[in-house]
């Protein structure tokens, strides 16, 4: 089946620094890919919907500024936090929609990306 | 507002019996998916129904869509306390999540 990898996995970092995160679609072509983050114990929520070649549309309270998302390609998209803060400690989990079997969307979900800012 | 919206939000059980989650969604669709999330780990894809399907099955699951009810369940029969994890659904309109139903098997 389709997958959908995420670098890195695990990331700790300073506060005040920013991290980059990237998410792949292996063996398909993503036309679209959505960013998620859940805190402990919580739902996932979605903070933008990236179309490669344009820019993200992100959700009601999600800061742009903050959480820059670029979609160069069509397997690639990378969420870059900026001046990371304690508070943006979460579980960011992306994923990738393509063309399923039988000519209808399906989504694929990244394996998620632990940021810790100490 | 999100566009599944999981019931019951918790649900325990011993191990064998059968667990049923449902969900809910506003708009029309093309699909629905759900998906299982074990705790601080990544979203796994369960079963994927087509809106044109009314039932499908995959191992130990049972998936049903009604969508003029705009509704589906998943069952889990002869449930393990390694199905204890939280499941979601989410439709191919809105990618946003409900609070997913918590399944607590015991064992």
């Known amino acids: 089946g389709a997958v959908v990898s995420q670098h890195p996995s695990r990331v700790i970092c300073k506060s005040g620094t920013s991290v980059k995160i990237e998410c792949r679609s292996l063996d398909f072509q993503a036309t679209t890919m959505f960013w998620y983050r859940q805190f402990p114990k919580q739902s996932l929520m979605l903070m933008a919907t990236s179309n490669e070649g344009s820019k993200a549309t992100y959700e009601q309270g999600v800061e742009k500024d903050k959480f820059l998302i670029n979609h160069a390609s069509l397997t690639l998209s990378t969420l870059t936090v900026t001046s990371a803060h304690p508070e943006d400690s979460s579980f960011y989990i992306c994923?990738?929609?393509?063309?399923?079997?039988?000519?209808?969307?399906?989504?694929?979900f990244g394996p998620g990306t632990r940021l810790t800012v100490t | 507002s999100q566009q599944g919206e999981e019931d019951p939000q918790a649900l325990s059980i011993q191990e064998g019996e059968n667990a049923t989650m449902n969900c809910s969604y506003k708009?029309?669709?093309?699909?629905l998916q759900w998906y299982r999330q074990n705790s601080g780990r990544g979203l796994v894809h369960l079963i994927l129904i087509r809106s044109n399907e009314r039932e499908k099955h995959s191992g130990r699951l049972r998936v049903t869509l009604d969508t003029s009810k705009k509704s589906s369940s998943l069952l889990i029969t002869a449930s393990r306390a390694a199905d204890t994890a939280s499941y979601f659904c989410a439709t191919d309109y809105d990618m946003r999540f409900g609070a997913g139903t918590r399944l607590t098997v015991k064992p």
């Open positions: 708009t029309s669709i093309n699909n």
């Open positions: 994923s990738a929609v393509g063309l399923g079997g039988t000519n209808s969307y399906e989504q694929y």
